[in-house]
């Protein structure tokens, strides 16, 4: 009998965990020399009609949104308000490369951008972006998974941002495969990973276990974090002070990376991959199994037109370090409004849009976008159309997020640089770890 998730269950878990990342945030740090500062609110639960305004909109696209269907929905937006949207969309990195500088400069040139769960403590602090409370309807986050509104909201209480991307990642597998090379379970623990992997190898059912998304650029620290986290191990503690050279876990979990590389396990071309390069190879057939995919996946495995692998992919927990232990990574993404922008009622009203419970779903149907809205997660069409959406149940439990320091970005930049040479065989794991250290020694214990 398939466990059902209940509104009342899936709001406890995911307030939970979300609501425990908040609680990492640090204090505000001190307003940077010549930020932005705040126009004059709206009054506080209206949105001015803004027809005829033309606002310029900056975000990612999504890893799932193969057919278009964020532009297609913003098209909608547009019929149905008049307010003209200039969309610029690239790859994560492409994306943060254009808005960083412009938000740090307190420039104008965007009105809806990118607010990653990476930037909560430096954007708060900076005063970057406007609050949304006093240019949304009243109570517009109510429905909305309090947890993730609570993550996008700053220590003053306002909310700065609004989820578009509930980026949850979940382990999956070709259950078709695995039976092929003999193999009756997926994979409860690394070592049953690895052993899987190497027979179904040798089986010739799959050329590796993994591909995965190990290219020098900002997901490879969400990678790094990702395996600390099934290790049991620290980036940082609760004052910021560095965890990640001392600790054994997060030695052992950079580790495993560098001799996956060397054990077959994962394909070596993994340290050109993206993400979306290492999905495509999965849903391929080339792969056994995706360490964390995004909760759309499944939705693109059982499209015959985009995949190989139809009706031969299920969802199972994350291979822990120890057998019983697991984690995993939520990545959530939020909408925001420069405080410079010009628009910010338009804008205002293109995020009440995209982050509707209307938009939601419609999304949730056509790319299988992990709902921001309650509501949504008993829905009967959703229910009916992602049964599998169970089988999130007990990894949404263990969800942890990215480290929430003022210095991430600078974190990102030396980090990646220093796995990449490990796992390019130029150095050691524990001397990536302490060159990490070293070049960022002015950020220890600063939170």
């Known amino acids: 009998m398939k466990k059902q998730m209940t509104k009342q269950w899936i709001l406890s878990v995911l307030m939970g965990v979300v609501l425990l990342l908040a609680a990492c945030a640090p204090a505000a740090a001190p307003v940077a020399p010549g930020a932005a500062t705040e126009a004059a609110p709206a009054e506080a639960g209206a949105v001015p009609a803004a027809a005829g305004e033309k606002i310029t909109v900056i975000f990612p696209r999504h ?105 949850t990642r979940f382990f999956y597998y070709n259950k078709a495969k695995l039976e092929e090379a003999g193999l009756s379970a997926p994979p409860a623990t690394l070592d049953e990973l690895k052993q899987q992997s190497l027979a179904a190898q040798k089986a010739g059912v799959v050329k590796h ?88 996946l499944m939705a693109y495995a059982n499209n015959p037109e985009i995949s190989k692998v139809k009706d031969q992919v299920a969802v199972s927990i994350v291979p822990g370090a120890e057998a019983g232990k697991s984690a995993t990574l939520t990545l959530p993404e939020a909408y925001a409004i420069p405080s410079a922008s010009q628009h910010k009622e338009a804008a205002a009203k293109f995020i009440q849009y995209m982050t509707s419970q209307e938009t939601n779903k419609v999304l949730a149907q056509e790319i299988g976008l992990l ?61 990536a770890l302490d060159d990490t250290a070293a070049a960022l020694k002015q950020f220890d214990c600063v939170p």
């Not at 229910?383 to 320091?405: E, I, R």
């Open 63 to 167: 890893e799932a949104d193969i057919s278009g269907a964020f532009e297609k929905r913003i098209r909608d937006f547009t019929k149905e308000t008049g307010i003209e949207v200039e969309l610029i969309q690239s790859d994560w990195d492409s994306v943060a490369a254009k808005i960083l500088p412009e938000m740090a400069t307190g420039g104008s040139a965007y009105d809806v951008v990118e607010f990653d769960n990476g930037w909560i403590a430096q954007w708060c602090g900076a005063n970057w972006v406007a609050p949304l409370d006093d240019l949304m309807p009243a109570g517009f986050t109510d429905g909305m998974i309090p947890g993730l509104v609570k993550l996008f909201s700053c220590p003053d209480g306002t909310v700065r941002g609004a989820v578009w991307n509930n980026d």
């Open 209 to 296: 276990g993994l591909a995965q998304p190990w290219k020098q650029e900002w997901a490879l620290g969400n990678e790094f974090h990702f395996w600390t986290y099934v290790f049991g191990g620290k980036i940082v503690d609760e004052k910021g002070c560095f965890l990640f050279n001392k600790d054994p876990n997060t030695l052992a979990a950079l580790q495993f990376m560098v001799d996956s590389l060397s054990d077959g396990v994962t394909n070596p071309a993994s340290l050109t991959y993206d993400q979306a390069a290492a999905q495509n190879l999965f849903l391929s057939g080339e792969t056994l199994f995706m360490a964390q995919g995004i909760a759309g």
């Open 371 to 431: 709902p921001i809205w309650v509501d949504l997660y008993t829905d009967p069409d959703l229910v009916k159309l992602y049964p599998f959406w169970a089988q999130f149940a007990d990894q949404l439990a263990t969800a942890q997020g990215l480290s929430t320091v003022t210095w991430y970005g600078d974190f990102v930049d030396a980090a990646t640089s220093e796995i990449s040479a490990a796992l390019g065989n130029q150095k050691s794991a524990q001397q």
